[in-house]
């Protein structure tokens, strides 16, 4: 370990802090938020790291820790000034979210805590990967404030890495407050430690975060640990905020002069100039000299990146979703003699025949392993036939299963995880809106996470409030994210496979009530290269005088009310979408263009449900074609019950859509 490397990166971190809050000052930046009081528990985190072989998942106030790493000054600069060659985002972001792929620093976020999770997939992906005679790791790193130890995903990732002995260590740099809150309303007794109690093997280490040596030996200690395969630990790290939480903050509303004074004596830069005079390690005069030099440095790196020009317009767009095109329609038929397969066979066969061909490929989630195989027994036989460490059950926690998901994939695994009902995966929210589909933009095309997320959905099984729910709607409104809902076991089949092979997140949602109809068999192609292609549509029956564009369990009630309205002389055509993001508009358009009539059917709460976005589209390109207003047949806005007959008031019915129909061709 080199003192004076150490100092320079620390000091080099607070002359960074005072520069960024000058421009900030001259008008020339927009926000800003501080490591000062944080530098020497970050240097020693960096300092005990392995670059370019380790992993860090930081949070916005770790820059020492990043400069630590491998980070420059200029990179700093330039995503606080908003300029094209930031490393972290290309100022997609903020300042202070720190990535860098060259460095293993995957591209941070707002949200506090998120992060956690993500680090557990990252520490996973090291185990996963490790050989049976290893005795060293990769050792993952995340960090965060005190304030973050108050989320749920914290909680739920000390349980998953204490739950595999995961390779992880936990830095809080605890400040003793959040914003404006201070750790005593966030924590019993104001204590952080506490928390690890309750987690079998994991490490507790508490450490004055301010002194450097003291820092230095807790974080080798939690380091070598992990390095050994012996465990995560979680270091609590007592430092100072020495500026407000961020440029937008006044901390004098809250905090007396006395408690700012108190932290000032606490300065770890103070304390690390008194220990290298002390040690004999620097002179005054050294020090005074390595202080101009660091000064000057900045302030010359600043002016460099002053004249480094924004990001254009015209790049605004760019890495929303990955660039692979979509596979050509297929040429592949299944061969007259293969066995129809009901829709959850399929979803069987695809997981299979995909993991036989990626090892990388890992399938997991709730119920999912073993004898049981998930709860519609579409992973059934995966275990056996794959392996314990890659079919296997995750906690009961849907916000864990994505957040370690994200850290797979990042590593360079294909998960594949199942949220067992679309009810339940609203607690997961934040790492799908927030994390998941934002990863590759938010890099700037430095980190992607091409996950798919297996959803049952839908009604029409009398499961009450909280197993029937629609959810396309929802998640359709996130960009850089596809999402399927197929009606039949050809293409559940076709799209899954694609989705797997794919470089983007999906959310691929398998309606419940179709998994074992007869009505939703197909015959499957005995062809490894089958495919089917997103935003993709299909003409399920063709017609001239009404178009029926809908998806999911209702394709079939459209069939049947079509058959019914042929005996009064009505031709209807049925649009089956199968793709809901991206969206194959075209072939509407081509319906609509020679019906004249759309009739759009969607199970979901009828207001603001995704058939709300194609009516909007339709009535914004369509107008001229259209004979008649656009016409939606949805569910009611109400929640789903339970029984067969309140159940039956609230879904779409083949008699409303029959009622629908006729007042749509009689206009």
């Keep these: 370990m080199d003192p004076i490397r150490a100092y320079r990166l620390m000091y080099m971190s607070r002359v960074l802090d005072k520069k960024m809050g000058n421009l900030l000052k001259q008008g020339k930046s927009f926000f800003h938020i501080g490591a000062m009081g944080h530098e020497a528990v970050q240097v020693a985190a960096g300092l005990n790291m392995k670059v370019k072989t380790d992993w860090l998942f930081p949070?916005?106030?770790?820059?020492?820790?990043?400069?630590?790493?491998?980070?420059?000054?200029?990179?700093?600069?330039?995503?606080?000034?908003?300029?094209?060659?930031?490393?972290?985002?290309?100022?997609?972001?903020?300042?202070?979210?720190?990535?860098?792929?060259?460095?293993?620093?995957?591209?941070?976020?707002?949200?506090?805590?998120?992060?956690?999770?993500?680090?557990?997939?990252?520490?996973?992906?090291?185990?996963?990967?490790?050989?049976?005679?290893?005795?060293?790791?990769?050792?993952?790193?995340?960090?965060?404030?005190?304030?973050?130890?108050?989320?749920?995903?914290?909680?739920?990732?000390?349980?998953?890495?204490?739950?595999?002995?995961?390779?992880?260590?936990?830095?809080?740099?605890?400040?003793?407050?959040?914003?404006?809150?201070?750790?005593?309303?966030?924590?019993?007794?104001?204590?952080?430690?506490?928390?690890?109690?309750?987690?079998?093997?994991?490490?507790?280490?508490?450490?004055?975060?301010?002194?450097?040596?003291?820092?230095?030996?807790?974080?080798?200690?939690?380091?070598?640990?992990?390095?050994?395969?012996?465990?995560?630990?979680?270091?609590?790290?007592?430092?100072?905020?020495?500026?407000?939480?961020?440029?937008?903050?006044?901390?004098?509303?809250?905090?007396?002069?006395?408690?700012?004074?108190?932290?000032?004596?606490?300065?770890?830069?103070?304390?690390?100039?008194?220990?290298?005079?002390?040690?004999?390690?620097?002179?005054?005069?050294?020090?005074?000299?390595?202080?101009?030099?660091?000064?000057?440095?900045?302030?010359?790196?600043?002016?460099?990146?002053?004249?480094?020009?924004?990001?254009?317009?015209?790049?605004?767009l760019l890495y929303v979703s990955s660039e692979t095109p979509e596979p050509e329609v297929p040429q592949i038929e299944a061969k007259p003699d293969a066995q129809d397969i009901v829709l959850v066979d399929a979803i069987n066969r695809a997981l299979d025949e995909e993991m036989r061909t990626n090892p990388k490929m890992l399938v997991f989630g709730q119920d999912v392993a073993k004898g049981k195989g998930g709860v519609f027994t579409a992973t059934r036989g995966l275990t056996e036939k794959h392996g314990i460490n890659r079919c296997f059950n995750a906690p009961l926690?849907?916000?864990?299963?994505?957040?370690?998901?994200?850290?797979?994939?990042?590593?360079?695994?294909?998960?594949?995880?199942?949220?067992q009902f679309g009810d339940y995966i609203w607690t997961a929210m934040n790492q799908i809106r927030n994390e998941l589909v934002t990863m590759r933009y938010r890099s700037n095309n430095m980190f992607a996470c091409p996950t798919v997320l297996r959803v049952p959905v839908g009604g029409y099984i009398h499961g009450g409030l909280c197993h029937s729910q629609n959810i396309e709607a929802t998640f359709s409104h996130f960009p850089g994210l596809k999402i399927a809902l197929p009606s039949n076991a050809y293409d559940a089949y076709g799209l899954l496979k694609t989705a797997i092979r794919g470089e983007d997140p999906v959310l691929?949602?398998?309606?419940?009530?179709?998994?074992?109809q007869n009505f939703a068999k197909s015959k499957l192609p005995d062809d490894p290269k089958f495919m089917l292609p997103f935003g993709r549509g299909r003409v399920a029956r063709p017609g001239t005088d009404l178009t029926i564009i809908t998806y999911g369990a209702l394709v079939y009630r459209s069939l049947e009310a079509a058959r019914l309205l042929e005996a009064d002389d009505v031709s209807v055509e049925v649009l089956d979408l199968v793709s809901i993001r991206p969206l194959d508009f075209e072939l509407i358009r081509k319906s609509i263009a020679k019906t004249s009539r759309a009739l759009v059917l969607y199970e979901d709460v009828k207001f603001m449900g995704f058939g709300a976005e194609i009516s909007a589209q339709i009535a914004e390109s369509c107008f001229e074609l259209l004979d008649a207003p656009i016409m939606r047949v949805a569910g009611a806005d109400s929640p789903i019950p339970y029984a067969q007959q309140l159940e039956e008031a609230v879904l779409p019915q083949v008699k409303g859509i029959v009622e629908g129909a006729k007042k749509l061709v009689n206009y």
């Design 59 to 316: 949070y916005y106030r770790d820059q020492a820790l990043c400069l630590t790493l491998g980070m420059t000054p200029q990179d700093v600069l330039l995503g606080f000034l908003g300029k094209a060659g930031d490393p972290s985002s290309g100022s997609r972001q903020m300042p202070q979210h720190f990535g860098h792929s060259a460095y293993n620093i995957p591209s941070s976020s707002s949200p506090t805590g998120s992060q956690y999770l993500q680090a557990v997939g990252c520490a996973l992906a090291t185990k996963m990967n490790a050989k049976k005679s290893q005795k060293e790791f990769e050792v993952t790193v995340v960090c965060s404030g005190d304030g973050t130890t108050s989320q749920g995903d914290f909680h739920e990732a000390l349980n998953w890495a204490s739950r595999d002995a995961l390779p992880v260590v936990f830095l809080i740099e605890n400040n003793g407050y959040a914003i404006s809150v201070p750790l005593i309303e966030q924590r019993a007794k104001g204590q952080v430690g506490n928390l690890a109690h309750g987690y079998h093997g994991l490490e507790l280490i508490e450490v004055d975060g301010c002194h450097f040596a003291e820092s230095m030996a807790a974080m080798k200690k939690a380091i070598t640990r992990a390095r050994r395969g012996e465990g995560p630990s979680l270091v609590d790290a007592s430092v100072v905020r020495l500026l407000p939480h961020s440029s937008s903050d006044d901390q004098r509303k809250y905090r007396v002069e006395e408690e700012l004074a108190k932290d000032v004596k606490r300065d770890p830069i103070d304390h690390m100039r008194a220990w290298l005079l002390e040690g004999k390690y620097l002179s005054k005069a050294e020090l005074a000299d390595l202080d101009k030099a660091i000064e000057k440095e900045v302030s010359d790196v600043a002016d460099e990146a002053e004249a480094v020009p924004p990001p254009t317009a015209e790049t605004a």
């Design 397 to 419: 926690a849907e916000s864990s299963i994505v957040g370690v998901a994200i850290g797979l994939a990042l590593r360079g695994y294909k998960p594949v995880a199942e949220i």
């Design 508 to 516: 691929f949602l398998e309606h419940k009530a179709l998994y074992r």
